[in-house]
């Protein structure tokens, strides 16, 4: 997972490679100007790759002599968690205020907005949008503290996807 393998030859040229990488880094490392003395280098002669990443020449089981498996790992992204804003019907908060909520809130035009208060006035519940946990949770902050001032029952809550 999250994993790329090459084959290197450390007989032929991608030995030279990486021979001359390790070097490099070796160098550097050795002769590194003390920091207090001289100021960072403008450029160096190491190549810079992401800090995560790493490739380390690796013996293992099943490999010919003369040839080394190289990893290279990178974290992988993971998509966040994301959650559904619902509007819970009741009977007392007027559908137009419901409507401006939608369209206010979560960018429906008037078609959208109405329908989607209908259906929550006629099933009970009804989704606005998904979002990530911020984002939904701010959204559902704003339609509570809208429907408080104008005194309105409205209730919105968000529920894991
Ligand atoms: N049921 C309300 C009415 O008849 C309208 C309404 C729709 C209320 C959706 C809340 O989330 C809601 N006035």
Redesign the pocket.
């Known amino acids: 997972m999250g994993e790329e393998t090459l084959i290197a030859d450390w007989t032929g040229l991608n030995f030279l490679r990486a021979g001359a990488l390790v070097g490099a880094r070796w160098l550097s490392r050795l002769f590194r100007p003390h920091p207090k003395l001289a100021p960072a280098p403008v450029a160096s002669i190491v190549t810079v790759r992401p800090m995560a990443m790493a490739i380390e020449p690796t013996r293992r089981g099943g490999e010919a002599p003369g040839v080394a498996v190289v990893t290279k790992t990178r974290p992988k992204p993971k998509r966040p968690n994301m959650y559904r804003v619902l ?9 137009e205020f ?1 409507v401006g909520v939608l369209q206010g809130f979560f960018n429906k035009t008037l078609e959208e907005a109405t329908e989607i ?1 209908l259906s ?2 006629n099933k009970g519940v ?1 989704e606005c949008g998904v979002y990530t946990f911020e984002i939904a949770e701010t959204k559902v902050t704003q339609v509570m503290e809208q429907a408080r001032k104008s005194q309105h029952p ?1 209730q919105c809550v968000m529920e894991k996807k």
């Open positions: 509007l819970l019907n009741d009977d007392y908060t007027p559908m419901v208060m929550v006035h009804g409205l």
